[in-house]
Nanobody
Framework: LVQLVESGGGSVQAGGSLRLSCAAS??????KAWFRQAPGKEREGVAL???????TYADSVKGRFTISKDNAKKILYLQMDSLVPEDTAMYYC????????????????????WGKGTLVTISP
């Protein structure tokens, strides 16, 4: 059994920063990702990190967001800088056994475990 719990969401002004965390319990899963879902929109991939530490980012966040993980602590992070109102969404962390690749960005059903999400709101 794997449980994922996100934290760190909140409300900030455009240009600000937030750091999301995702704490995992249970069996260690090394392939993880952050997704987000804005009201009325489909869930989309934000950033991936695979078991080898290779990262992939959505074009919309490249250069502004950084995904990282601490395997010993079983924590996944998402550092978000230069936030814009379009980043407003519920952010979810997810994990799977198989290696995460770019295709997962548009196929979130490929992820096996999900957290309940943390809300990020960016004001102009």
């Amino acid at each position: 059994l794997v449980q994922l719990v996100e934290s760190g969401g909140g409300s900030v002004q455009a240009g600000g920063s937030l750091r999301l965390s995702c704490a995992a319990s249970g069996v260690t899963i090394y392939n993880k990702a952050w997704f987000r879902q804005a009201p009325g929109k489909e869930r989309e991939g934000v950033a991936l990190i695979d078991d080898g530490g290779t990262t992939t980012y959505a074009d919309s966040v490249k250069g502004r967001f950084t995904i990282s993980k601490d395997n010993a602590k079983k924590i996944l992070y998402l550092q978000m800088d230069s936030l814009v109102p379009e980043d407003t969404a519920m952010y979810y962390c997810a994990a799977r056994w198989g290696r995460v690749t770019t295709g997962i960005m548009t196929h979130p059903d490929g992820m096996r475990w999900w957290g309940k999400g943390t809300l990020v709101t960016i004001s102009p």
